[in-house]
């Protein structure tokens, strides 16, 4: 018996038919594909780690170049020490502490929830350095990033990402010109962690005051310099306990 096909309920039937296959083949594919893209996530992490302890490839003024993906894991071996999990003033050592998601960690913590926070201790040409990651909001969607500090609470480095910042504007904050001001900066005033904000009006454009707590805003790109400014402070404020215990006084 030949089959209808100017019957509703045959094109219904095909429909469904080929999205059970399609379906079924694409997730395959991402099953497939998944250790791969997890690689390539571990990859970026510690590149990005590295670049805020300033183990990198930059040449130049104005380059951002990282550690190729072929020798990180190698390198971020040499360079990170210990991998804690802080909560409050205490930390302990935890495995793979770097791939801990902290958006989610934070998103515990504003629902007054218990939450693991990732801190990276490297070590550089006899130095310690305390990596701290970061994560907030910038004008379209979410920024982040890492920033080291020595046992003085001053900053080694920075590394900034994001989502969704304008070209030439927000997104800035991933050039080399932005993040290479933040270096020497110190996060206290006195005995407060204030951070280090993004200053439209500060006074020190060539960043020669390192006391002063700021580095100078980015053109155009005010919000995004405020959701730097409040990501830094507010991880400092959640890292201080322990941060407490390591400073020198």
Request: proline share 3%; charged share 25%.
């Amino acid at each position: 018996m030949a089959i209808n096909t100017e019957k509703n309920s045959y094109t219904v039937i095909f429909a469904v038919i080929m999205v059970v296959i399609v379906g079924s083949v694409l997730a395959f594919f991402a099953s497939g594909l998944k250790p791969k893209i997890d690689e390539n996530v571990r990859f970026e992490k510690q590149q990005n780690i590295l670049y805020a302890m300033g183990v990198n490839n930059n040449e130049g003024e104005g380059s951002v170049d990282f550690i190729p993906t072929t020798e990180v894991e190698a390198e971020f071996a040499k360079y990170i020490k210990k991998q804690l999990v802080v909560v409050g003033s205490e930390a302990k050592e935890k495995d793979n502490a770097y791939l801990i998601d902290v958006q989610k960690e934070l998103a515990k913590v504003k629902n007054g929830q218990s939450a693991e926070l990732p801190l990276l201790v490297g070590e550089k040409d006899g130095k310690e350095y305390y990596i701290i990651p970061m994560y907030g909001k910038g004008l379209w969607d979410a920024i982040w990033g890492f920033m080291s500090v020595d046992s003085n609470m001053k900053v080694q480095g920075v590394y900034f990402d994001h989502r969704g910042e304008t070209p030439g504007l927000g997104a800035n904050i991933k050039q080399r010109f932005f993040m290479d001001d933040f270096e020497g900066e110190t996060v206290l005033d006195g005995n407060s962690y204030v951070g280090v904000a993004v200053a439209k009006g500060n006074n020190d454009p060539l960043n020669n005051d390192k006391e002063d707590n700021q580095v100078d805003a980015l053109a155009g790109a005010t919000i995004t310099g405020n959701g730097v400014t409040a990501m830094i402070k507010e991880s400092l404020k959640l890292y201080k306990p322990y941060l407490e215990t390591i400073r020198t006084k």
